[in-house]
């Protein structure tokens, strides 16, 4: 069974840092690109970044691009978003998600999410 | 970016009724060299993640009910449920992955009547 489990998550001042991971089980991890998506409260989804299946890709929304990096320890099975800079804007649920072919593009849907993790921007 | 606009932000339709959300990209996500469109379509009930549910355009997910279909190309895209059930009371999104950044509509709101 696929799993995929966020944390780090937290409230944070503005220009304060915090990373995210995301623990995945259940697929063989290194075979597929990794997202994360966020959802502020009562809003719609928005991509945040994605990473290829050997972090020789990466992209990012224009609204995080310098102040996020994403990045994966295939090793560990694991899924991380460095955030820095952070601003009010950033608060959000913050949810991992699996691409949903094995490839190094980041070109597919999401087949699998976790329940996200909260990150709340606040002084 | 290629910007996805839903219609309408939100509908009510009565159970066993038929429910239809509208997807309009401001590109083409048809992509000539496999002749596929990169659309698909996520239903998100309250408190939980969303679920891919329709991929390519209209290649139902495994395990999603006959009841939900998919059609269109190109730019404009429809998400059809046949009859609609309590269960499928949620926020529906469409996203294209023909190119980064990937981007979402706003979503649609189903509810019953």
């Known amino acids: 069974e696929v799993q995929l489990v966020e944390s780090g998550g937290g409230l944070v001042q503005p220009g304060r840092s915090l990373r995210l991971s995301c623990a995945a089980s259940?697929?063989?991890?290194?075979?597929?690109?990794m997202h994360w998506v966020r959802q502020a409260p009562g809003k719609g989804l928005e991509w945040v970044s994605g990473?290829?299946?050997?972090?020789?890709?990466?992209d990012y929304a224009d609204s995080v691009k310098g102040r996020f990096t994403i990045s994966r320890d295939n090793a560990k099975n694991s899924l991380y978003l460095q955030m820095n800079s952070l601003t009010t804007e950033d608060t959000a649920l913050y949810y991992c998600?699996?691409?949903?072919?094995?490839?190094?593009?980041?070109?597919?849907?999401?087949?699998?999410w976790g329940q996200g993790t909260l990150v709340t921007v606040s002084s | 970016d290629i910007v996805m606009t839903q219609s309408p932000d939100s509908l009510a339709v009565s159970l066993g009724e038929r429910a239809t959300i509208n997807c309009k990209s401001s590109?083409?996500?048809?992509?000539?060299?496999?002749?596929?469109?990169?659309l698909t379509w996520y239903q998100q009930k309250p408190g939980q993640p969303p679920k891919m549910i329709i991929y390519?355009?209209?290649t139902r997910e495994s395990g999603v009910p006959d009841r939900f279909s998919g059609s269109g190309s190109g730019t404009d895209f429809t998400l059809t449920i046949s009859s609609l059930q309590a269960e499928d009371v949620a926020v529906y999104y469409c996203?294209?992955?023909?190119?980064?950044?990937?981007?979402f509509g706003g979503g649609t709101k189903v509810e019953i009547k």
């Open positions: 998600a699996k691409g949903a072919l094995p490839a190094a593009i980041l070109n597919f849907p999401f087949d699998y």
């Open positions: 259940g697929f063989t991890f290194d075979d597929y690109a």
């Open positions: 990473i290829s299946w050997n972090s020789g890709r990466t």
């Open positions: 590109q083409s996500v048809l992509y000539s060299s496999d002749n596929k469109n990169y």
């Open positions: 390519w355009a209209s």
């Open positions: 996203q294209q992955y023909y190119t980064t950044p990937l981007t």
